[in-house]
């Protein structure tokens, strides 16, 4: 059983579009994420909700929308997509808290590959 | 604000020979360290971590980092690499309490047979 799953796995899209990306996490979590990697591989922290509170929210354009039905899903919206939102995008979740073994640590899903032409 | 950093953008090993990555933070309170690996066209899975504790920790495949609070650093190390250690490997640091995760740019491994 896979713990983070995303679809769609691969998204190829033409400038303009709008499309989503939907994230399931099966692990109990309360927090979940969504990640860009970029062609050179960094990685950088878009959004973070917990109990479907958005809790972290970088600068991204105003074009992704992030929504959490309920704590096991979280999914991404994009408007107008841009050549520039080409990218693999990672959804994660974790256990919340200050204390415990996990907390703090994160599980990935497979990751989503968005390429704009 | 907190950052990470990784010194070595790409390694190249032989296999057998050991390895060393640093990785350096900057935040000063209280920190969880984490090494992450992502083999080609995979996702990130957990090498190690670090709470609290011993400063020296083990993961899987015979990684281990250890923590040096005085230099701020998590160095991750394997006294063997093995030519399935190709990968990219991420150090990240959260502060207690936070689970906003902050990742170094990555290092490529590349290891030849």
């Known amino acids: 059983d896979t713990a983070v799953s995303q679809t769609p796995k691969y998204l190829v899209t033409q400038m303009g579009n709008d499309k989503s990306i939907k994230c399931e996490q099966n692990?109990?979590?309360?927090?979940m994420y969504w990640y860009k990697q970029d062609s050179k591989k960094f990685l950088k922290i878009m959004f973070s909700?917990?109990?479907?509170?958005?809790?972290i929210n970088e600068t991204v354009p105003n074009r992704f929308s992030p929504k959490s039905p309920d704590k096991a899903h979280l999914n991404l919206h994009i408007n107008s997509l841009e050549l520039g939102d080409s990218a693999v995008y990672f959804c994660?979740?974790?256990?919340?808290?200050?204390?415990?073994?996990?907390?703090?640590?994160?599980?990935f899903g497979e990751g989503s590959r968005l390429t704009v032409l | 604000a907190q950052s990470v950093s990784q010194h070595n953008h790409h390694v190249i090993l032989s296999e057998a020979a050991s390895l060393e990555l640093g990785c350096n933070y900057s935040?000063?309170?209280?920190?969880?360290l984490f090494w992450y690996v992502q083999y080609p066209g995979q996702h990130l899975q957990l090498l190690l971590k670090?709470?609290?504790?011993?400063?020296l920790v083990k993961g899987i495949k015979g990684f281990e980092a250890e923590f040096i609070k005085s230099k701020f650093s998590f160095n991750l190390r394997k006294p063997s690499v093995q030519w399935s250690d190709t990968a990219e490997y991420f150090c990240?640091?959260?502060?207690?309490?936070?689970?906003?995760?902050?990742f170094g740019a990555g290092t490529r491994l590349a290891v030849h047979p």
């Open positions: 692990l109990g979590h309360d927090t």
């Open positions: 670090y709470f609290s504790g011993d400063p």
């Open positions: 990240a640091v959260t502060r207690g309490g936070y689970n906003k995760l902050i």
């Open positions: 909700y917990n109990n479907k509170e958005l809790i």
């Open positions: 935040y000063g309170g209280t920190v969880n």
């Open positions: 994660a979740s974790s256990k919340s808290g200050t204390g415990g073994p996990n907390t703090g640590e994160l599980f």
